[in-house]
T-cell receptor
Framework: SQQGEEDPQALSIQEGENATMNCSYK?????LQWYRQNSGRGLVHLILIRSNEREKHSGRLRVTLDTSKKSSSLLITASRAADTASYFC????????????FGKGTLLTVNP | GAGVSQSPSNKVTEKGKDVELRCDPI?????LYWYRQSLGQGLEFLIY????????KSGLPSDRFSAERTGGSVSTLTIQRTQQEDSAVYLC?????????????FGSGTRLTVV
């Protein structure tokens, strides 16, 4: 079963613009992570935010977490063509401290 | 090794045949995971290994699927009597501990096509 649902399913922007992707989930979480996937192959871990954190930054990435709304957002600033990929949120929840549950992802296209 | 290695990268098999997919995790990573990704979908958890503990097999979709991890390192996912619905990308990941807090490192996956 899927815990996270990303929104939008697809996003197309111009290089230099900011991209915002959202993730909603259903149950209480221990942490939430964002991954990037290029060309339908391996995923790359981008950033993790714990349930007691509200915002984290890593380079051009900014993640927010609102546990009251059970939602998270990923902001990519000053986007580049190389940022074109699918982005997935993944949640870890309950007594299983190892299992991640992934959403279906947002396909981001950055046009040069 | 430097990363998680999966082989083969692509596999085409006939319906009814058995297939074996291999995963070589990062050296020293005690936790290993298998996920499946069907076209346009998110990742579906299959199985988790942590050290010498009994694996969590709760995600295996049927008894045609099995996995083992030898010597706490290399893992093999076996699908018997393959069906067309088994067509997907099978992704392996490892992490340094059995705690997701540090994120997973994924391999490039095996694209399985059952014809």
């Amino acid at each position: 079963s899927q815990q996270g649902e990303e929104d939008p399913q697809a996003l197309s922007i111009q290089e230099g613009e900011n991209a915002t992707m959202n993730c909603s989930y259903k149950t209480s979480i221990n942490n939430l992570q964002w991954y990037r996937q290029n060309s339908g192959r391996g995923l790359v871990h981008l950033i993790l935010i714990r349930s007691n954190e509200r915002e984290k930054h890593s380079g051009r990435l900014r993640v927010t977490l609102d546990t009251s709304k059970k939602s998270s957002s990923l902001l990519i600033t000053a986007s580049r063509a190389a940022d074109t990929a699918s982005y997935f949120c993944a949640t870890n929840s309950g007594g299983s401290n190892y299992k991640l549950t992934f959403g279906k992802g947002t396909l981001l296209t950055v046009n040069p | 090794g430097a990363g998680v290695s999966q082989s083969p990268s692509n596999k085409v098999t006939e319906k009814g045949k058995d297939v074996e997919l291999r995963c070589d995790p990062i050296s020293g990573h005690t936790a290993l995971y298998w996920y499946r990704q069907s076209l346009g979908q998110g990742l579906e958890f299959l199985i988790y290994f942590q050290g010498n503990s009994a694996p969590d097999k709760s995600g295996l979709p049927s008894d045609r699927f099995s996995a083992e991890r030898t010597g706490g390192s290399v893992s093999t996912l076996t699908i018997q009597r393959t069906q067309q619905e088994d067509s997907a990308v099978y992704l392996c990941a490892s992490s340094s501990t059995g705690y997701s807090l540090y994120g997973y490192t994924f391999g490039s996956g095996t694209r399985l096509t059952v014809v």
